[in-house]
């Protein structure tokens, strides 16, 4: 919301922005911390709108006209989208890395638990997961769908549409900003500032577990108790078409959204020191008795017995 | 000190740490579950209080799933050791039915007593505490994603329908 009154001493409608507005099912938070004309936070909000229309258009299993349910409803070859490949390439390798735990092939068992188009959250029968091998045949920018399958991009998704946000922002010029879609942080700023987030506590929205903080890099967290129904929440595992339990929460910081995003679905799944061998990252991960387990530098404070005063 | 005879003593140190600490949790979890409490163990004399004021005693607290309520709990105990007698004191917090804070208070003399309790309150202290967001005044905040538009409609709706 443009507000700047013009002064007659100093012309200049550079402001810092801050918008927010609600996509791909969450809130999203934007923030640009220096000064931008008008003109080119016009524009550049305009070019987000449609970046993320176009992500959705391609990915968004909750939509009759994307890609993905096209792709659902006919087998066949596929010509992929530029943006597929670094998408395409992380799920396979954590694909292999999880032994299929993490896989773009959960959509019918997302749909069957009724995490549907229609939010019915009713769950059917369930299905077995096929494997990748059975289905799914890529090398981009093709990829072939030996038989009907919904692909669902929820495990990276999110956080690769913010880093494309993040390009989008930084082509007109801009250095220090952040981007928070819904809890998936990315942080940027040219003089190498911290900027401070606090980690939710899983059982509790109301209550902070500690505090993390982030310069130039992405903060994603995943917890099992909201976008939860029945015995269902957002991640199932394949193997067993159940929601996974034991753990309560996972945060992942790394240099880049997609990767945090994707690194935090898989380690609900396998060992922390298996995804370190292949990936640059740190990590915090609450059990569901509230045991914490961190990498040695994970960037955050985690609150003490006198830190924290119940009233 | 001989190295043989000096294993063999943090031996016994750590299993007489081990059995008194299972100890003080059975204690701890059978006193806050029964309204009997002169069942509950036979060893070492332990006292357990209820700090908060609006929660009850614990011997009001019954063994009902649903009757922990919400509170301050402690109990504390003393064991030998090899270097004398030591005191330990767990604490609890219980908020909304579970346990959302626990910790430990050692008043060990002996040095390596001391070094044991650290150890033990190290891995106690590895449990998260929630801590009131209003009160650290962040702007970000990092959990699960927040959900918006349908997602949360249609769990309302889900729920309704349960109570009905």
Known sequence: MPHSSKSKTKPSNKLMRHCTFDAIGTRWNIEISEPVSNFTYGKLLGDIKKRIEEFDKNYSRFRDDSLVTIMSKSPGIYELPADAKLLLDLYEQLYLLTHGAVTPLIGQALVNAGYDTLYSLQPKEMQATPSWEEVVDYAFPTLALKQPALLDFGAAGKGYLVDIIAEIIERRGIRSYGIDAGGDILYRNAKDEAVEVGLEHPKDPSLAVGIAKIRNQSLCGSSIYKRAWGSYHHIIDPANGKSPKEIAAVWVVADSTLLADGLTTALFFIPASTLQQQYNFDYAIVRADLSLETSANFPAHFFNQQEVVYA | ?164
Do not use: W
Request: proline share 4%; net charge neutral; glycine share 6%.
């Open chain 2, 1 to 164: 000190m001989n190295p043989s005879q000096d294993t063999k003593r943090t031996k016994k140190i750590v299993t007489s740490f081990i059995l008194i600490f299972s100890v003080v949790i059975i204690a701890v979890v059978v006193s806050t579950l029964s309204n009997n409490k002169s069942g509950t163990t036979s060893t070492a004399p332990s006292t357990i209080t209820n700090s908060s004021p609006s929660a009850p005693s614990t011997d009001r607290i019954t063994s009902s799933s649903t009757a922990y309520k919400d509170g301050a709990y402690s109990a504390s105990d003393s064991y030998e050791t090899p270097g004398g007698t030591e005191q330990i004191t767990v604490s609890a917090t219980v908020k909304d039915s579970a346990i959302s804070a626990i910790s430990l208070k050692q008043s060990a003399n002996n040095h390596d007593s001391r070094d044991y309790q650290d150890m033990f309150e190290q891995g106690y202290q590895s449990y998260v505490l929630g801590k009131p967001l209003n009160s650290i005044s962040l702007s970000r905040v990092s959990g699960a994603s927040l959900t918006t538009g349908g997602f949360n409609a249609a769990l309302e709706q889900i729920k309704n329908q349960a109570q009905q």
